[in-house]
T-cell receptor, first 112, second 113 residues
Framework: EPEVTQTPSHQVTQMGQEVILRCVPISNHLYFYWYRQILGQKVEFLVSFYNNEISEKSEIFDDQFSVERPDGSNFTLKIRSTKLEDSAMYFC??????????FGEGSRLTVL | AQSVTQLDSHVSVSEGTPVLLRCNYSSSYSPSLFWYVQHPNKGLQLLLKYTSAATLVKGINGFEAEFKKSETSFHLTKPSAHMSDAAEYFCVFDWGSASKIIFGSGTRLSIRP
């Protein structure tokens, strides 16, 4: 069964460092998303991506965040200079059209 | 403004007894509706979805949910709980775009032997 895969499963970094979280969406899907879940809080939308550009983004997705689909298979989330409050579980998702999202297992980011 | 409320942060039931996880939404029109489950250290797995074909939706692992427009509810049920059902459950509403996919705060389901 096709699935969304994310790497790394857990990353620990120092405050101020750059982090790249990687995702391989399901191959025939056209829409890609990042969500995050701070420990004990709701899952929050960060950004959606379609046709090689951002289609929507939330207030959380400020200038320190960027997304890219560098090679037609990977979909990456870059955090330029991490802050303590960026510690969270980051979920990648993809969908064929709009509607049902298929989520990866998440990448846990811990910023020290 | 649209919102989704999961009424219980934690539900504990005995194995073999029914499960009820409650979810209500607030909106002037009907969204698309989903329930996702998150097992410890795992991703979000789709349990079931409502797409207006039928108000009673059957999902995986014996779960089902009923959409009641008059009550703006989409409660998740299962007749008989199993130990493997212990997880976090999220009610999710889609009002038509990625930024309008709103997650409830989650309900942690514990199963007593």
């Amino acid at each position: 069964e096709p699935e969304v895969t994310q790497t790394p499963s857990h990353q620990v970094t120092q405050m101020g460092q750059e982090v790249i979280l990687r995702c391989v969406p399901i191959s025939n899907h056209l829409y890609f998303y990042w969500y995050r879940q701070i420990l004990g809080q709701k899952v929050e939308f960060l950004v959606s991506f379609y046709n090689n550009e951002i289609s929507e983004k939330s207030e959380i997705f400020d200038d320190q965040f960027s997304v890219e689909r560098p090679d037609g298979s990977n979909f990456t989330l870059k955090i330029r200079s991490t802050k303590l409050e960026d510690s969270a579980m980051y979920f990648c998702a993809s969908s064929e059209l709009t509607g049902e999202l298929f989520f990866g297992e998440g990448s846990r980011l811990t910023v020290l | 403004a649209q919102s989704v409320t999961q009424l219980d942060s934690h539900v504990s039931v005995s194995e073999g007894t029914p499960v009820l996880l409650r979810c209500n939404y607030s909106s002037s029109y009907s969204p698309s509706l989903f329930w996702y489950v998150q097992h410890p250290n795992k991703g979000l797995q789709l349990l079931l979805k409502y797409t207006s074909a039928a108000t009673l939706v059957k999902g995986i692992n014996g779960f089902e949910a009923e959409f009641k427009k008059s009550e703006t509810s989409f409660h998740l049920t299962k007749p008989s709980a199993h130990m493997s059902d212990a997880a976090e459950y999220f009610c999710v509403f889609d009002w038509g775009s990625a930024s309008k996919i709103i997650f409830g705060s989650g309900t942690r389901l514990s199963i007593r032997p």
